[in-house]
């Protein structure tokens, strides 16, 4: 019995379905073994992650600590130099100060000098001046009275 055309590509497209599945079936362990290595390779690669964001953590801690004493030694430098320069300013203010006692201590002496010898001066002056009212009093007695004694 002849098949009929109908029958003989019914054969052909089974025989088709046959190949088509057993190649599917032949992708599906291939699949499977990419799906793996991928599994595989995310794995690894998250490791590395997770080793390169702990090595950098530790590097960033690391970091933080000298940094933190760097930032510890300036201060203690800072605070040393303005110890020093704050030592040097009481220094120079307490130069000064000494200076301008010793500078109006001078000028006192000056001072009380000049008054000294303008009150000499002035007490001579008057002296003088006392003497010669005492001898024009004296003379004017004087004169009184050899005027009196004169004339009697």
């Not at 052909?12 to 799906?35: C, H, K, T, W």
């Not at 690669?45 to 964001?53: F, M, Q, S, Y």
């Not at 300036?74 to 500078?103: T, V």
Request: charged share 35%; aromatic share 8%; net charge negative.
């Amino acid at each position: 019995m002849p098949a009929s055309p109908m029958e003989s590509r019914m054969a052909r497209l089974e025989g088709a379905y046959d190949q088509v599945s057993q190649r599917l079936m032949n992708i599906d362990p291939r699949f499977d073994g990419v799906d793996r290595k991928i599994d595989l390779r995310f794995d690894a690669l998250d490791k590395k992650i997770a080793t390169v964001e702990e090595k950098l953590e530790q590097r960033i801690t690391t970091l933080e600590v000298r940094l933190e004493q760097r930032i510890n030694a300036l201060d203690a430098k800072f605070d040393q130099r303005i110890n020093e320069l704050d030592a040097k300013f009481d220094q120079r203010i307490n130069e000064l100060d000494a200076k301008f006692d010793q500078r109006i201590n001078e000028l006192d002496a000056k001072f009380d000098q000049r008054i000294t010898t303008l009150e000499a001066k002035f007490d001579a002056k008057i002296d003088q001046r006392f003497m010669w009212t005492i001898g024009v009093v004296v003379a004017t007695w004087l004169t009184t009275i050899a005027s009196i004694f004169l004339h009697h």
